[in-house]
């Protein structure tokens, strides 16, 4: 399964013309990602990305919804653990 995720781009740097890399925020962690396929990306964008690098330009509507729903998945995912946790005991 593939799964892409959003995050806001905070600094672009553009010092290697061949290849565009961008500081994003993935809810508070910081990483490098490749945005050379969005030469339209500015600061402030939200992203989709993928194993590094940006794939589209989403709306801040689209990523909330995006952040909300991947948050919602977390919590399921913690109480069916933690349900496994307590039929294992």
Do not use: R
């Not at 509507?61 to 039929?87: G, R």
């Amino acid at each position: 399964m593939c799964l892409a995720v959003p995050g806001k781009i905070i600094s672009i740097d553009k010092s290697n013309s061949e290849f565009v890399t961008a500081k994003v925020s993935f809810g508070g962690a910081i990483k490098e990602i490749n945005i050379q396929w969005l030469p339209e990306a500015k600061v402030g964008d939200y992203v989709m990305a993928h194993v590094g690098t940006a794939l589209e330009i989403i709306s801040t509507e689209e990523a909330e919804e995006a952040i909300k729903t991947s948050n919602e998945f977390a919590e399921m995912q913690k109480e069916e653990d933690d349900k496994f946790s307590k039929k294992a005991e």
